[in-house]
């Protein structure tokens, strides 16, 4: 089964987490010009409108592109889930020496602190 050997790689578990952490860092820099929008609210001026209405616009974009990339991340999260389960379903002593190997080599980590 290729799939779940792509599903259960570590770069692609990397990639994922960095996705998220990428996700999360640009909500809030969303957020934040929000607020520095909301704070200039009444400064008055030609320029300031100009700019206050382009940054919206460009919030308005990013937010729809971060609600896509979400519902991607999502997506691809539970096909990672999936192919574990069917991994696991159709290979189940494999999987307990996964994990029996894996709480083996975090002990022996573990214990030598």
């Given amino acids: 089964m290729s799939t779940t050997a792509e599903n259960m790689n570590p ?3 990397t990639a994922t ?8 860092d640009l909500k809030a820099v969303v957020a934040d ?3 520095i929008l909301r704070a200039t ?3 008055a001026g ?4 100009e700019l ?3 940054i919206q616009d460009r ?7 971060l609600a896509d990339a979400e519902v991607k991340i999502l997506d691809s ?3 990672a889930a999936r192919c574990t389960d069917d991994f696991v379903h159709e290979h189940p002593w494999k999987a307990v020496g996964i994990a029996a190997a894996l709480g083996l080599a975090l002990g022996v980590l573990i214990g030598r602190r």
């Fill in 17 to 24: 987490a960095s996705r998220d952490k990428l996700v999360t």
């Fill in 41 to 43: 609210a009444n400064q």
């Fill in 77 to 79: 999260t539970k096909a």
């Fill in 33 to 35: 010009a929000e607020e």
């Fill in 11 to 13: 770069v692609k578990e």
């Fill in 52 to 54: 206050r209405e382009r």
């Fill in 59 to 65: 919030l308005r974009d990013a937010k729809v592109r």
């Fill in 46 to 49: 030609e320029k300031m409108g």
